[in-house]
């Protein structure tokens, strides 16, 4: 058990540097990455523009199983631990705030959802 949640969470961590990547080639500057608060944690904090975008990144072996990973409770977390950003980031008040989704998978590139929660 000890060792497939060590083998999990270093696939969690690979992907969210292949996500970070992909954000980048994107036209975003990665904030944060793995940035932790009292109520959460939220994997990318990314922006272009004036779009703020919170970024959760899940590792799964399909997109189908991607898209379903996300709980309403992992919703909360996510929009309790932005909204805890934000009172420290202040310069970013005014910008557009959207909720991501990036769904890594093997061998395949990664699918990016944006707006896919709010």
């Not at 990973?69 to 959207?98: M, N, P, V, W």
């Amino acid at each position: 058990m000890k060792a497939d949640h060590h083998t999990s969470h270093a696939r969690g961590l690979v992907a969210e540097s292949i996500a970070a990547w992909l954000l980048r080639l994107k036209g975003y500057r990665v904030l944060a990455t793995r940035y932790r608060t009292p109520l959460g944690e939220i994997d990318i904090v990314a922006r272009r523009g004036k779009v703020l975008a919170f970024v959760e990144v899940k590792a799964r072996p399909s997109l189908e199983v991607g898209l379903e990973a996300i709980t309403d409770e992992g919703y909360r977390r996510i929009e309790a631990a932005a909204d805890l950003y934000l009172a420290k980031h202040q310069q970013f008040s005014d910008f557009t705030l959207r909720f991501d989704l990036m769904v890594v998978r093997p061998r395949r590139w990664p699918y990016h959802v944006e707006n896919a929660f709010s």
